[in-house]
């Protein structure tokens, strides 16, 4: 509960009311269910802004009901399903799963920041089936404080890159996944620690770092030829890393860490998993996964077998 304090010099509460909201889900004009979520802050000073108290009431339509056809497959954004394995059992977030690690401002938060606390659903967008998002938050460093910002405890606080890093995560491959866990789909954890751990270069004053935090989400479709169905194969997550030099002292630069989430269809064979036995042979892999490729070459066509004893070239007679 909250906590006022009080002395002749300042005023403090720890744990005030930030924001109430209340959730009302529908399917068909029917209400199919009601939630509540409350979120506080860690601790408000009275003198130093004013407080501010939001209560909002949203509505959900309820996209993952199965449609009058019996599909049981995903249907384009609805709530991708997402939970953590604990105890046997399967922890899913009644509002979907969201990207975490900003405030209002789009200023990154950490775990021991205050800003944390202001952390709220109507910032975080869900993750839709087949919706492709870019969530993006910015740091400023000082010249002073480079150094630590180039170290591996700063970075594993940042939650916008923490969002996916739990190997207790699985994805649904269907909507309606029960507790079996054949329903469901592990994360597969795709990077080495190095990858997420800063690299500081003491002689030019620069050091590298993980700014994208990105996850695919590899789906086909399955099914008989009269009616297909959305499910998910395989979520693979990783990092991209960047580069900055230090600021100049009495300067500071602006960094912007960015959480993807991206979903690839693919409807050939499973080789997601399966390696090939066969050394030359290069599988078929989704289509948008790579940046578009062009070349170009000249075409010589050599007579066929049948056409030897005839020239292919206009004769000059």
Known sequence: PP??????????????????????SESNSQITNMWIDVYYLNTFDCLDRPYEFTGMIQYVSDKNTLT??????????SNLLVGLLQSSRFSIPRHGFRIKGFNYNRICTTFTNTQLAEDNLLLHPTIKFGENLISTCSLTIAFNDFINFCSKSYWDGLNILQNFK?????FGKIPKSGNLLNDWVQISQEFSTASVTPTYNSENRTCEFPTDDILLVFYGKAGGKSQKINYVRKVSHSYVRSRIAAPNQGESKTVTLRAHVRFVRYDGDDILNKPTKVSNFIPQLPSD?????????????????????????PSSA
């Open 68 to 77: 009058a056809e019996g599909n049981p497959g995903y249907l384009f954004e």
């Open 3 to 24: 906590q006022y304090t009080t002395t002749t010099s300042a005023c403090s509460c720890s744990n005030p009311v930030r924001q109430v909201i209340y959730y009302i």
């Open 166 to 170: 739990d190997n207790n995560l699985y």
């Open 289 to 313: 996964i790579f940046l578009p490729l062009y070349m170009s070459c000249l075409l010589y066509t050599s007579p066929s077998p049948r056409d030897r004893q005839k020239s292919r070239m």
